[in-house]
């Protein structure tokens, strides 16, 4: 391999790299200054306004998304269902090395920090879902997603479902033992669940870490027990009495407790085994059934990691090396065009099949005109497909040695391919878009499948394949139409039995009280994704108060610009929507959100991080948490010193030790309702 792949046109790509590296680091100081410190530096709108450039350069440049990019949880990330807990220690990422120069950069680092050589524990980097799994006395208690790293989600009971999490540790065990770890599905599962979600007409997954991400957050333990969803554990969050003086000999300790530890992790003594063994995984990837992205090199002697010590963001004893995106050649059969949810017009790539990072890829985006003219990819022509990891496939470019002579250029069609409405393209944008906002069949579907989606109003079982017939059948027009469909209807679909019949009804019904964000989101304006749906809903908590909102009302929201201010106005003020609104609010869609914006700001208890523990006698624990969050409280899980005060009931438990160990308040029933104001 090269020392260096960067080509000279890729120095934009690294330009933005760095950018984007910078971006994400300024919004973990500040997500950490706000969620941690209490103490922010900058006002929201700052804040919102750099989570905005990395989501605008994270679009363009989607292969340098990662699951640990802010962009991957703010807004809606720190979900509705479930409680936040609070990490013992900070879940880290890790720093990343792309070139072999750049890992033994980091290897000489090492060895110059500590002045002597270490041994390393190489292991396979698994591209799941992070998560830390607490033991208390042997047995498991808890289930946590890494959230921002610093405060996750409980997800306890989906965790129980996870085969091969133990629910017992073997041997004896006292006190709380931590460990973190990997969920992740394996790939032939994955391919088999995607494909009987969609026989059922449901909607399949992107990639097996977006499917183990959202087996874990489903609300019904159950259905997480139907993913077939698995654990690797590499690594140690607390582990009370004891202490190691190896990462390998922790690895040990947990593999004899029952945890899974991979068997293909090593420990290597020099530079030159570490490099044999990222060689070796780079060419033999796909020999495991679970998609790895990379090794982790771990400094092996605790000693030698507590020297180096890490930053806020990771640890300086680890790196992960992360393999080249995988590159193959293949035919561009031809290049067609779809028109999306907003009319935009994009080109795409329609290939000779081929594997390629893992999964079979047969169309490739290529995004607007002027990246096919600068590409110059033709018909007939050899072409290099990349995929890394989850990322969506892209063309890098032609073989221009196998370039048929005559070969012609391109040219981006007049008509809409779905609806044959002439195209427009303002003078400013880069896009063309099919002007037929209503009419077009092709914008109707896509934007009844974004309505479903997980992002807007979460319609499982509602996939392209049921919404497409549900259309073609004339029953579905636009995304309210949803609501009006009846059981005989969907008896007639084909496939569609009184099992599928009763789960599709049942996801509709449930999705009609989702939080309005999720359904304005849902409503296909222009310039309104999740972050911006939650600002405005936070300032207008009805579809009718943002509806009559004027112009200057919306724009004074705080991170809300002009633009977006024109579009959402303008969006409300068309007959169709307002027909569209009507026919929600008739089907009984929840139009606003009864406890605006969450924790009220000058409750009895703003501001305050409260843990219950024990049983209440006046109140159930649901209860209590709806009660002490009404009145402006964070109810977390876990004690730690910044936990303002602990609720004590009858039989507390391993809570109410902490609490006394780090000296916070700890209150009795009586003097929490006194508190609450009851
Ligand atoms: S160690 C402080 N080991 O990769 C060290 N992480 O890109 C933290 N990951 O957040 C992580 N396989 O979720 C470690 N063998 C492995 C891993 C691993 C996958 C994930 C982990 C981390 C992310 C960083």
Redesign the pocket.
Known sequence: MSEDRREPEERRRSDVRLRIEELREQIRHHQYRYYVEDDPEVSDAEYDELVRELEKLETEFPEFVTP?SPTQRVGGQVSELFAPVEHRTPM???DNAFTWDELSEWGRRVERAVGRAGDFVC????DGV?VALTYEDGRYIRGAT?GDGYTGEDITANIRTVGGAPMRLRGEHSGVLEVRG?VYLPVKAFEEMNRELQEAGGRAFANPRNAAAGSLRQKDPGVTARRPLRLWV??LGWADGRRFSRHSEALDHLREAGLPVNPDNAVLDSLEEVFAFCEKWQEGRHDVDYEIDGV?VKVDQISLQEELGATAKA?RW?I?YKFPPEERTTLLRGIFTHTGRTGKVTPFAQLEPVFVGGVTVTTATLHNESEVARKDVRPGDHVIVRRAGDVIPEVVGPVMQKRKRGARRWKFPKECPSCGTPLVREESEADWRCPNREGCPSQNIEWLFHFAGRGAMDIEHLGYKTGMALMDRGWVADPADVYFITEEQLAELPGFKEKSIGNLLGAIEGSKDRPIWRLLVGLNIRHVGTTVARMLTRAFPSTERLAAAKMEEIEAVEGIGPEIARSVHEWFRRPESKRLLKKLRKAGVRMEDPEPGGPTPDGPLAGKRVVLTGGLESMSRDEATKAAEAAGARVTSSVSKSTDFVVAGTDPGSKYDKAVSLGVEIIDEEEFRRRLGL
């Open positions: 640990d880290l990422s890790l292991e396979l980097k698994i992070a890494r990997e590499h690594g982790v640890p680890a992960a």
